[in-house]
């Protein structure tokens, strides 16, 4: 069992930046895939990024590429989010996720999710 807690959300103008952290309890979190995800209100849920479990492999959403980078520090138990660039068009609900195995962009396939952090980007 992996509870996930996300903290770092807030409001932020147009080009700032933030960073989100996850923190996991269990044992076995540095076994698992770590995602971000996002949702906006009226939209699905949608991809950000995810990290391996050594955190060798990561990958990103292409709106993402380049302005956001994803890490983790398996000793402490987290998952973080650097976000730089910010726009309006990022404002959503991120959420932080985890599973075991194939590494994967579908958010129906992560086990564990947090509560959710919002960010808020102003124009």
């Known amino acids: 069992q992996v509870q996930l807690v996300e903290s770092g959300g807030g409001l932020v103008q147009a080009g700032g930046s933030l960073r989100l952290s996850c923190a996991a309890s269990?044992?076995?979190?540095?076994?698992?895939?770590g995602g971000w995800f996002r949702q906006s209100p009226g939209k699905e849920r949608e991809f950000v990024a995810y990290i391996s479990s050594s955190g060798t492999i990561t990958h990103y959403a292409d709106s993402m590429k380049g302005r956001f980078a994803i890490a983790r520090d398996n000793a402490k138990n987290s998952v973080y989010l650097e976000m730089n660039t910010l726009k309006p068009e990022d404002t959503a609900v991120y959420y932080c996720?985890?599973?075991?195995?194939?590494?994967?962009?579908?958010?129906?396939?992560?086990?564990?999710w947090g509560q959710g952090t919002q960010v808020t980007v102003s124009s």
């Open positions: 996720a985890a599973k075991w195995g194939v590494l994967t962009t579908r958010a129906s396939e992560y086990v564990y």
């Open positions: 269990g044992r076995t979190f540095s076994s698992h895939v």
